[in-house]
């Protein structure tokens, strides 16, 4: 991939938006990065700075438009555009639909969906404008197949592939070079589990000790190299680990059917 490139990454301080900045200072991009942790996105920046690369650190709550649109703006200013823009952030959540208050459903939505849709549109001008423009949006293998206690997740990953599946066609009819890519990716080991939200009642350590000990597979590094690698080659869709490759393969083969499977695996598990 050539160097003096320029890529605006949500999420930045941890997991796969880290390791996405790490690997893309490697090859002489520029970055800006955002992220709420403040400290761990200090940290993420200056490993950046080791490696020679300029890297911009913003505090940004992705689920504030205002933040999402003035980072975007002083994005743009210091480092003369943005050809890439990877949406990361995202909060897990848990809960029953009748146990889970309207706040955090809105909350989920707001920062994994409408943060999305925000920085798109924010640098959708500067994708545009690039010789090769790529917007990179992370779904989820929740956002292919729906699982009990875990609506509004689901919701925010399904509402993610639907927009940008219809903002990538939208890019085909506009532009030769631009393009979005939807990310589903599987269970990974970031910390994800542990900084999950969850609906009152429900047992927060038990289940991201579940998820880190039967679902997270895929490690950062091998996330973030498939998401460049896909992204750069201007791929719909880019798929994440062998447990969303099952998925995928899931519920194509059964459709509607899948969703009498998992309650039944479920009430298995809790025998």
Same mark, same amino acid.
């Given at each position: 991939? =050539?160097?003096?490139?320029?890529? #605006?990454? &949500?999420?930045?301080?941890?997991?796969?938006?880290?390791?996405?900045?790490?690997?893309?200072?490697? /090859?002489?991009?520029?970055?800006?990065?955002?992220?709420?942790?403040?400290?761990?996105?200090?940290?993420? /920046?200056? +490993?950046? #700075?080791?490696?020679?690369?300029?890297? *911009?650190?913003?505090?940004?709550?992705?689920?504030?438009?205002?933040?999402?649109?003035?980072?975007? #703006? &002083?994005?743009?200013?210091?480092?003369?555009?943005?050809?890439?823009?990877?949406? !990361?952030?995202?909060?897990? $959540?848990?809960?029953?639909?009748?146990?889970?208050?309207?706040?955090?459903?809105?909350? !989920?939505?707001?920062?994994?969906?409408?943060?999305? !849709?925000?920085?798109?549109?924010?640098?959708?001008?500067?994708?545009?404008?690039?010789? *090769?423009?790529?917007?990179?949006?992370?779904?989820?293998?929740?956002?292919?197949?729906?699982? =009990? @206690?875990?609506?509004?997740?689901?919701?925010?990953?399904?509402?993610?592939? @639907?927009?940008?599946?219809?903002?990538?066609?939208?890019? *085909?009819?506009?532009?030769?070079?631009?393009?979005?890519?939807?990310?589903?990716?599987?269970?990974?080991?970031?910390?994800?589990?542990? &900084?999950? %939200?969850?609906?009152?009642?429900?047992?927060?350590?038990?289940?991201?000790?579940?998820?880190?000990?039967?679902?997270?597979? &895929?490690?950062?590094?091998?996330?973030?190299? %498939?998401?460049?690698?896909?992204?750069?080659?201007?791929?719909? /869709?880019?798929?994440?680990?062998?447990?969303? +490759?099952?998925?995928?393969?899931?519920?194509?083969?059964?459709?509607?059917? $899948?969703?009498?499977?998992?309650?039944?695996? /479920?009430?298995?598990? %809790? *025998?």
């Amino acid at each position: 991939m =050539p160097g003096e490139w320029r890529a #605006a990454i &949500t999420g930045a301080g941890s997991g796969v938006g880290r390791e996405i900045a790490l690997q893309l200072a490697g /090859q002489n991009w520029s970055l800006a990065l955002a992220d709420n942790n403040y400290d761990a996105l200090l940290d993420t /920046q200056s +490993r950046c #700075a080791a490696m020679n690369a300029v890297a *911009r650190a913003t505090q940004v709550d992705v689920a504030d438009r205002g933040e999402i649109m003035s980072w975007a #703006a &002083t994005s743009r200013s210091a480092l003369g555009g943005i050809d890439a823009v990877f949406n !990361v952030a995202g909060i897990l $959540y848990s809960g029953d639909v009748i146990d889970t208050p309207p706040a955090d459903f809105d909350l !989920v939505m707001a920062t994994n969906f409408e943060s999305v !849709v925000n920085s798109s549109r924010a640098f959708l001008p500067d994708i545009l404008k690039s010789r *090769r423009g790529r917007i990179v949006n992370v779904s989820s293998a929740f956002g292919v197949m729906s699982a =009990p @206690g875990y609506s509004a997740y689901n919701s925010s990953k399904f509402a993610v592939r @639907g927009f940008t599946e219809a903002l990538n066609q939208e890019l *085909r009819l506009t532009s030769r070079t631009a393009r979005a890519t939807c990310v589903i990716s599987g269970g990974l080991k970031t910390s994800i589990a542990w &900084t999950a %939200r969850a609906a009152p009642g429900v047992d927060r350590a038990r289940t991201a000790d579940f998820f880190d000990s039967h679902i997270a597979r &895929t490690t950062p590094k091998e996330a973030a190299q %498939r998401i460049i690698a896909g992204a750069w080659k201007g791929k719909s /869709q880019v798929t994440v680990g062998n447990d969303a +490759r099952l998925i995928e393969v899931t519920t194509r083969v059964l459709g509607a059917h $899948y969703q009498q499977l998992l309650p039944a695996l /479920q009430a298995l598990r %809790r *025998r």
